[in-house]
């Protein structure tokens, strides 16, 4: 998908008001696709700490706009590592199609199954923020 476009702004208010604005702004995406939206521990596999955060739909000219509300600054996974309690941050974003069937048109019909929608089936990740600035730690 080289002409896709996905800018996340986030607008941090916790403090002020007891959450913070997640916005998802995306051009030439599929039409009408559905993708699930993840807080991560690393962007790209395999991925440690995962927090669902939400869906976004692509209309039919491949445009999407979604905003969520939720904690983002302070966002963590605490989890057993070694039999030790430990805080994870996660300030990385993944999205994946949530249709399994929604990576075809790039990737065939047999493309993998991911566990990264409600139902347990997903397609491949989409996007993420390997390459830009983390989400600001806690």
Same mark, same amino acid.
Do not use: H
């Given at each position: 998908?080289?002409?896709?476009? @996905?800018? @996340?702004?986030?607008?941090?208010?916790?403090?002020?008001? +007891?959450?913070?604005?997640?916005? @998802?702004?995306?051009?030439?995406?599929?039409?009408?696709?559905?993708?699930?939206?993840?807080?991560?521990?690393?962007?790209?596999?395999?991925? !440690?700490?995962?927090?669902?955060?939400?869906?976004?739909?692509?209309?039919?000219?491949?445009?999407?706009?979604?905003?969520?509300?939720?904690?983002?600054?302070? $966002?963590?996974?605490?989890?057993?590592?070694?039999?030790?309690?430990?805080?994870?941050?996660?300030?990385?974003? !993944?999205?994946?199609?949530?249709?399994?069937?929604?990576?075809?048109?790039?990737? +065939?019909?047999?493309?993998?199954?991911?566990?990264?929608?409600?139902?347990?089936?997903? +397609?491949?990740? $989409?996007?993420?923020? $390997?390459?830009?600035?983390?989400?600001?730690?806690?």
């Amino acid at each position: 998908m080289p002409n896709v476009r @996905v800018n @996340v702004d986030v607008q941090l208010t916790t403090e002020r008001l +007891g959450f913070d604005t997640f916005t @998802v702004n995306a051009f030439n995406l599929p039409p009408n696709t559905t993708f699930t939206v993840f807080l991560l521990q690393q962007a790209g596999p395999p991925f !440690g700490a995962a927090e669902y955060i939400g869906d976004f739909t692509s209309d039919w000219r491949g445009r999407a706009l979604n905003s969520f509300k939720l904690i983002v600054q302070e $966002a963590f996974s605490s989890t057993l590592v070694n039999g030790q309690r430990t805080r994870v941050d996660l300030n990385q974003v !993944g999205a994946w199609f949530a249709d399994p069937a929604g990576d075809d048109f790039c990737l +065939g019909p047999n493309s993998p199954v991911t566990p990264f929608d409600g139902d347990g089936e997903a +397609g491949v990740q $989409a996007f993420n923020s $390997a390459n830009t600035t983390p989400l600001p730690a806690p």
